[in-house]
């Protein structure tokens, strides 16, 4: 995935869903909050998430865009890396 296919993933909503869910659920602070304050909580972060997403494909320059596009390698891979690292290691039995 690039970053313009990043960026338009989260900017479709569904994209942002995932990210704010995956970041919030590890937060001691947002554990601590009720149901209907979690909702709205990820609610919020989806609609500003998103449309920070879509204000950067529109209003920055796609040369800098480029530019960007090895550091984001970079850290869409080191990050790819740790989830399916952590996803592997709840689904082996022998780590507890």
Request: hydrophobic share 50%.
């Amino acid at each position: 995935m690039d970053i313009n296919q990043f960026l338009q993933w989260v900017a479709s909503a569904g994209g942002a869903a995932v990210l704010v869910s995956f970041l919030a659920e590890r937060f001691p602070a947002f554990q601590k909050l009720s149901s209907q304050a979690k909702g709205l909580t990820q609610a919020g972060a989806c609609i500003v998430l998103a449309i920070v997403a879509y204000a950067v494909m529109t209003y920055i320059p796609p040369d800098t865009l480029k530019t960007l596009a090895p550091y984001f390698q970079i850290v869409y891979g080191v990050g790819a890396t740790w989830v399916a690292n952590q996803i592997a290691h709840k689904a082996d039995p022998h780590t507890g």
